[in-house]
């Protein structure tokens, strides 16, 4: 996994994240340029974490634990398929 897709699942991530935040910001009422700047700010370091961490995950391959959990339910019959 290239350069390119980890950029775009960074950008996946931090613009829907800052569209909730302003949104939030927003009907709090009186939003003001410094509300938007720090549901930006909040965004990119979520957005920076969220993405380091799968491609931490991903370089050293490891296994999502909640996939796995998932996946051992679901052929136990714990949980239906979608």
Not at 63 to 73: G, H, L, P, Q, V
Request: overall charge positive; proline content about 2%.
């Amino acid at each position: 996994m290239g350069a390119i897709f980890w950029i775009k699942r960074y950008l996946l991530a931090a613009i829907p994240l800052f569209a909730i935040l302003a949104a939030v910001e927003w009907f709090k009422g009186a939003a003001t340029r410094d509300d938007y700047l720090s549901a930006a700010a909040w965004a990119l370091i979520a957005a920076a974490i969220f993405t380091y961490s799968s491609w931490r995950r991903q370089r050293h391959a490891r296994a999502c634990e909640a996939c796995d959990d998932i996946a051992a339910a679901r052929k136990n019959k714990n949980i239906s398929p979608r």
